[in-house]
């Protein structure tokens, strides 16, 4: 199996802060990765998908970069909306593994 | 606007069999075709994708819980189920379903299934 490794697991920021989050895999799985928000009690919002493209209505200070094993989700202006916790997730399919793994979380709170 | 609700028992009792059906709304199942996955947060912990159906019946499952666990479709109904035998307490998690068998862009909103007698 894949492991996604998140860092770090907390991340206290201000608004109008840029944060950025980082997820490394256990191997090359290209540009398959996605970025999740979630919020106590809700189920997760997807944010980017294929490592840099915007999921349909998402707000463009939401940014991500990277391929092969190391990836990054940066948020360029916190807003008081974005306090919540991210995870990354792999969906690569090479060599007909079909299972995804999603990483630990990283929590962002107020400063 | 396509929408998913999980339904099902919150309480199961160990070594018994979770069942949860999810239903979609807004759109058809098979049209245009989808995977549909079904992934779980235990409390305070990361997310674990389940495995996942594709409309015409085919599956993939994480291979750690592959030995437990059915996922079906019915389209006339709409809906998916999952099915997880020989339940324990680590199997006690909010579960989700989701549309998608790559990234998850769809979500229900989760049900809590406690394990415990």
């Known amino acids: 199996d894949i492991q996604m490794t998140q860092s770090p697991s907390t991340l206290s920021a201000s608004v109008g802060d840029r944060v950025t989050i980082t997820c490394r895999a256990s191997?090359?799985?290209?540009?398959?990765l996605a970025w999740y928000q979630q919020k106590p009690g809700k189920a997760p919002k997807l944010l980017i998908y294929e490592a840099s493209s915007l999921e349909s209505g998402v707000p463009s200070r939401f940014s991500g970069s990277g391929s092969g094993t190391e990836f990054t989700l940066t948020i360029s202006s916190l807003q008081p909306d974005d306090f919540a916790t991210y995870y990354c997730?792999?969906?690569?399919?090479?060599?007909?593994?079909?299972?995804?793994?999603f990483g630990r979380g990283t929590k962002v709170d107020i400063k | 606007q396509v929408q998913l609700q999980e339904s099902g028992p919150g309480l199961v009792k160990p070594s018994q069999t979770l069942s949860l059906t999810c239903t979609v709304s807004?759109?058809?199942?098979?049209?245009?075709?989808?995977?549909w996955s079904w992934i779980r947060q235990p409390a305070g912990k990361e997310l674990e994708w389940i495995g996942r159906i594709y409309s015409s019946g085919s599956t993939n499952y994480n291979p750690s819980l592959k030995s437990r666990v059915t996922i079906s479709i019915d389209t006339s109904k709409n809906q998916f189920s999952l099915s997880l035998t020989s339940v324990t307490a680590s199997d006690t998690a909010v579960y989700f379903c989701?549309?998608?068998?790559?990234?998850?862009?769809?979500w229900g909103q989760g049900t809590l299934v406690t394990v415990s007698s």
């Open positions: 989701a549309r998608r068998g790559d990234r998850f862009d769809t």
């Open positions: 807004g759109g058809s199942i098979s049209s245009p075709s989808y995977y």
């Open positions: 191997q090359s799985i290209n540009s398959w």
């Open positions: 997730q792999q969906y690569n399919e090479q060599y007909n593994s079909y299972s995804r793994t």
